[in-house]
DNA sequence: AGTAATCTTGACTAGAAAGTACAGATTAGG
DNA sequence: CCTAATCTGTACTTTCTAGTCAAGATTACT
């Protein structure tokens, strides 16, 4: 249960875009250069994020990359699963059964049960936090996370 | 961020570890057996528990792992921290800063707040679990995982 | 058309995680 | 003391992920 390197330097590459606003531009080469990531690696990220609908890119000279849409409607937990995956997936049972290729306690199991909760807590914050939210600097940030409300109407964070 | 191997199959050994009771002992052989892993895998899984404190083991005949504590003290949060790390780490802005060795925006970045953010829902859950809770069906744990306070005193989850 | 800047694609390489193997150490019981 | 059962430690192999590379396609500008 780690952050991968895709989620950080993706949602990084996001955010330079968000911060060049709706019509700025970036290229792969200003993109690598402005985080410290090699150009290679930076197009297989921005491909990705392209695949997933959160950026266009433009070909040809004068090209680069531009969020598909206002930063206000990306929502990072899509983001996150287009970069990493989710934590935890119906299928992650059926492929870590061991040798009888399944859970021995499939039919009642209180493992599987955390893991969903875990991750009900993840999406909780994720799916709540738009990119525009990650256009503020931290200390902001950080009192907008605090405000992210539970189902009830409850804070979640104190 | 996914769930990786160790954490399913050294929560699932933990668990049944905890069905055995506090007396209960039991082998690698067996484990092996009971949870569709092989003995090999097994046997680093439960060494990697026994460094953490969370079980003990006894060699020679008879010997076999048993919890090293009563399952109401063995904290969840604690026992994924020793499986599989903590989802973001203070040091992962350092590693994973690309080639300028550092977050570009290191010294006020907002993603970092973020990654802060999920690290505190994940451990709100995590930390009120103990194995005790683990130990019940499904269904009981269901309910359970409802009633995790927020730090204010709010249900979680709804 | 020609050229330079730019993204696109698939294949390749390096590194990390998962899983295996085996010789060694420890213990109970005869 | 001897044997069988059991854990221990290290090293090895396999598998998956992260990162690199090079050739190709597209566009703006002249
Ligand atoms: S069904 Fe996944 S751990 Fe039991
Ligand atoms: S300090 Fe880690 S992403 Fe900026």
Redesign the interface.
Known sequence: ?????N???G??CL?RLGYAGENGSITIPEMSQ?????AANTAKILRALRKGGFVKAARGKEGGYTLARPAGDIV?AEV?ECL?????ESS?CDS?????????RSV???????????Q???D???SK?TLR??????????SW?RT?P???G?????
């Open positions: 249960m780690k952050l991968s390197a989620e950080e330097y949602l990084r955010v402005a985080e410290g990531v090699s990072i996150m990493g995956g989710r934590l935890f992650f870590h059964g061991g040798r009888t290729g399944i859970c021995t009642d199991c209180s493992v599987r049960s955390l893991w969903r909760a875990v009900v807590a993840v909780h914050v994720l936090t939210d990650l256009l503020q600097n931290e200390e902001e940030m950080n996370v992210i539970g189902p009830n409850m804070r979640l964070l104190q």
